[in-house]
């Protein structure tokens, strides 16, 4: 696990887990939040946070592209 801090961007997607982000590259990241409904679900969008595991971000600010 790491603590290095992130700035991704892509799709945001809500599965029936969570939330979901896919990159360009189509790299897949699961998006911790606190925020339990996202209005940008369906969008594109910037992630800014922490990585939380190989392929989890602790979200600290989810906003448009």
Known sequence: MSADRRRVSGALSRGRRGLFLTTTDDVV???ESEEPECEF???AV???GVVAG???LRADWIGPV
């Open 29 to 31: 990241w699961i998006i």
């Open 41 to 43: 679900v369906g969008s």
């Open 46 to 48: 910037i992630v800014e």
């Open 54 to 56: 190989r392929d989890r």
